[in-house]
T-cell receptor, first 110, second 116 residues
Framework: ELKVEQNPLFLSMQEGKNYTIYCNYS?????LYWYRQDPGKSLESLFV?????AVKQEGRLMASLDTKARLSTLHITAAVHDLSATYFC??????????FGTGTRLTIIP | GAVVSQHPSRVICKSGTSVKIECRSL??????MFWYRQFPKQSLMLMAT?????????EQGVEKDKFLINHASLTLSTLTVTSAHPEDSSFYIC????????????FGPGTRLTVT
């Protein structure tokens, strides 16, 4: 069964701290995506990771992909309040459809 | 570029009525569009894949007679929720894949459906 699991599901962290969200998946993925969702809103694309070892960074967010470990990470550096949101990873497992992870609800505390 | 719109953004309907939601790619042609449903505090679940000019492919457990999908052109797909019930209340999000960039999906702003 195809599974995409994220942990933690909930994350409360202080401003200025660093943390990592993990995305594990159960089968070979062609591509791995990260999205942000604010309450009541749709998805905002953050990163698309296309190959093993891919690393992408934008501002305080950095995503990486290890296809051998079937693991992607989203690292947050020196968190600020504006990063509070729900983050989803999603995989394209060869059928060009996206399977979403469970989501991580991130709350940044001043 | 790569903007996807949905209409309406919010809709309230009575139980037993039908509701149509439109998904449009505004500045690109989309061979494939996807329809997702998201219940509160949950992840997105793919309902169906819509290809222009052909029948939609529904995911397991999604009733094709209840959720009618039409993809009449390369820029428009519609989802009609027929005989809606309160349990159909949800956030419906479409996405579109651009012909030239097959790995990118662009998401619409979503439609919040409330069935009373």
């Amino acid at each position: 069964e195809l599974k995409v699991e994220q942990n933690p599901l909930f994350l409360s962290m202080q401003e200025g701290k660093n943390y990592t969200i993990y995305c594990n998946y159960s089968t070979t993925s062609d591509r791995l995506y990260w999205y942000r969702q604010d309450p009541g809103k749709s998805l905002e694309s953050l990163f698309v990771l296309l190959s093993n070892g891919a690393v992408k960074q934008e501002g305080r967010l950095m995503a990486s992909l290890d296809t051998k470990a079937r693991l992607s990470t989203l690292h947050i550096t020196a968190a600020v309040h504006d990063l509070s949101a729900t983050y989803f990873c999603a995989g394209d497992f060869g059928n060009e459809k996206l399977t979403f992870g469970t989501g991580t609800r991130l709350t940044i505390i001043p | 570029g790569a903007v996807v719109s949905q209409h309406p953004s919010r809709v309230i309907c009575k139980s037993g009525t039908s509701v149509k939601i439109e998904c449009r790619s505004l500045d690109f042609q989309a061979t494939t569009m996807f329809w997702y449903r998201q219940f509160p505090k949950q992840s997105l679940m793919l309902m169906a894949t819509s290809n222009e000019g052909s029948k939609a492919t529904y995911e397991q457990g999604v009733e094709k007679d209840k959720f009618l999908i039409n993809h009449a052109s390369l820029t428009l797909s519609t989802l009609t929720v027929t005989s809606a019930h309160p349990e159909d209340s949800s956030f419906y999000i479409c996405s579109a894949r651009e012909i030239a960039v097959s790995y990118e999906q662009y998401f619409g702003p979503g439609t919040r459906l409330t069935v009373t």
